[in-house]
């Protein structure tokens, strides 16, 4: 028996917008460089919502590669490597939504 594998395609580019998100927020390297703090630094925007805590707003910005990500891998379910594509960043995408929630019901909760 044969297995036929599947197609590169449109949706195989999922993957790469994918590995630009996470590498996006990666720490590389011994002085832990990150590319987004880095851009950040670069036109003044800060780093986290408070100060030195609070929200990680690059991690927020990230979602910008993981909502195409998402929806090309949905789009092209056929291609190779969608649906690993399709899973990360809609798990992704899923912390993106519920960490900026959480300080706020923590500050309803306790406030």
């Known amino acids: 028996m044969t297995t036929q ?8 580019l999922s993957l790469l917008v994918l590995l ?4 996006f927020n990666f720490q590389w ?10 851009l950040f630094n670069l036109i003044n925007i800060p780093i ?9 707003i ?17 789009k092209n379910r056929s291609h190779y490597g969608t649906s690993v594509s ?3 960043a809609g798990f992704m995408l899923l912390l993106c ?5 959480i300080p706020v019901i923590d500050w309803m909760v306790n406030g």
């Open 29 to 38: 390297g011994t002085t832990n460089f990150m590319i987004s703090h880095y």
């Open 48 to 56: 986290y919502s408070n100060g030195t805590q609070g929200l990680h």
């Open 20 to 23: 630009m998100g996470l590498a």
């Open 97 to 101: 939504i519920i960490g900026p929630v």
């Open 5 to 12: 594998r599947k197609p590169l395609g449109l949706g195989t």
């Open 58 to 74: 690059p991690f927020v910005v990230a979602a910008l590669f993981w909502i195409p990500a998402f929806l090309i891998a949905k």
């Open 86 to 88: 399709y899973n990360v």
